[in-house]
């Protein structure tokens, strides 16, 4: 409250919150509606299918065990069902006895393939000679000469003879055999005979590129 003067039975005080006389519009006074939900929906909005959850149900007191028990495959309402299978047994044992005699591989049957049979007609047989080394793919060639074995034969032996020159010696030259300065003896780097100093290039100082030379 402010200590200011009293304006009749009512003293002039800083508002404790807005006043909607300060404001040309109705301002936060009107709200539209939201557009998602079920309730307070927009009229003006279409409405997509909802759909609602139910709650819980409360627990019971009659409730089976569960996966708690496994029951085989096999168990069905009407009892126990087995695929048709034939049993499997132990083997009978048998007595036998043994009476001494010849074994069977003591006994040998005539031969029946080849030209000397016992009681079977022979068919035609062909002889089989080895096989030659002349003439046969297993024949070592390396042994046989070549073309690179015989010599060969000079053109001029079986054709008219070609042109042939004559080569002689190199002759002697005439004249002053005095000895004489070669390409080799002169160097053409040494000008120090004849003048000061060789040639050489000159490095001066780094001008400013601001200043004319």
């Known amino acids: 409250m402010s200590g200011g003067p009293w304006v009749g039975t009512w003293r002039p005080h800083r508002p404790r919150g807005l006043i909607s006389a300060q404001f040309t519009s109705p301002g936060p006074k009107y709200t539209i509606p939201g557009t998602t939900g079920y309730l307070a929906h927009d009229p003006t909005k279409a409405k997509a299918p909802?759909?609602?959850?139910?709650?819980?149900?409360?627990?019971?007191?009659?409730?089976?065990?569960?996966?708690?028990?496994?029951?085989?495959?096999?168990?069905?309402?009407?009892?126990?069902?087995?695929?048709?299978?034939?049993?499997?047994?132990?083997?009978?044992?048998?007595?036998?006895?043994?009476?001494?005699?010849?074994?069977?591989?003591?006994?040998?049957?005539?031969?029946?393939?080849?030209?000397?049979?016992?009681?079977?007609?022979?068919?035609?047989?062909?002889?089989?000679?080895?096989?030659?080394?002349?003439?046969?793919?297993?024949?070592?060639?390396?042994?046989?000469?070549?073309?690179?074995?015989?010599?060969?034969?000079?053109?001029n032996v079986y054709r008219k003879r070609a042109p042939m020159y004559s080569m002689a010696t190199k002759s002697c030259l005439t004249g002053d055999k005095t000895a004489r300065p070669g390409p080799a003896d002169y160097c053409l780097g040494k000008v120090t005979l004849n003048k000061p100093q060789a040639p050489a290039p000159t490095f001066g100082l780094r001008h400013s590129l601001y200043k004319l030379p």
């Open 50 to 155: 909802a759909y609602t959850f139910r709650g819980a149900r409360p627990p019971t007191t009659d409730c089976s065990p569960g996966p708690r028990y496994f029951v085989p495959p096999s168990i069905t309402r009407n009892g126990k069902y087995v695929a048709p299978a034939q049993p499997i047994c132990g083997r009978h044992t048998t007595k036998t006895e043994v009476t001494p005699g010849p074994r069977p591989n003591s006994y040998t049957l005539p031969r029946l393939v080849g030209p000397n049979t016992v009681y079977t007609h022979a068919s035609p047989c062909y002889s089989m000679a080895g096989r030659s080394k002349q003439g046969s793919f297993a024949e070592d060639l390396s042994k046989t000469p070549g073309p690179a074995a015989f010599p060969k034969v000079d053109v």
